[in-house]
């Protein structure tokens, strides 16, 4: 069993930075792929960035690629999301995610979610 809890969101203007944390309970931690999902109102919820449990392997949806950092600290229990050039349709809630297999696995079936954040970015 795993818990995620966010934290880091809220009102940014746009071309702000904004980094969202995941704090997660389980001794084995180390051994989950993390990733970030968001749902924009309105909309379906959607891949944002994941990582393997290693971190050798991160991947990114085309949205963010070369804009937001996932990264992730095994000693501390905790991901992270740093979201670098914000823009308006950045806005959404932000989901931490988990899953014990790979980063394929985990787009296509997450195990375990947080209870989310809100991103909001101001034009």
């Known amino acids: 069993q795993v818990q995620l809890v966010e934290s880091g969101g809220g009102l940014v203007q746009a071309g702000d930075s904004l980094r969202l944390s995941c704090a997660a309970s389980g001794r084995t931690f180390s051994t989950y792929t993390m990733g970030w999902f968001r749902q924009a109102p309105g909309k379906e919820r959607e891949f944002v960035a994941a990582?393997?449990?290693?971190?050798?392997?991160?991947e990114y949806s085309d949205s963010v690629k070369g804009r937001f950092t996932i990264f992730r600290d095994n000693a501390k229990n905790a991901v992270y999301l740093q979201m670098n050039s914000l823009k308006p349709e950045d806005t959404a809630v932000y989901y931490c995610?988990?899953?014990?297999?790979?980063?394929?696995?985990?787009?296509?079936?997450?195990?375990?979610w947080g209870q989310g954040t809100q991103v909001t970015v101001s034009s």
């Open positions: 990582i393997s449990w290693s971190s050798s392997v991160t």
């Open positions: 995610a988990a899953h014990s297999g790979t980063v394929r696995r985990l787009r296509v079936g997450v195990e375990y």
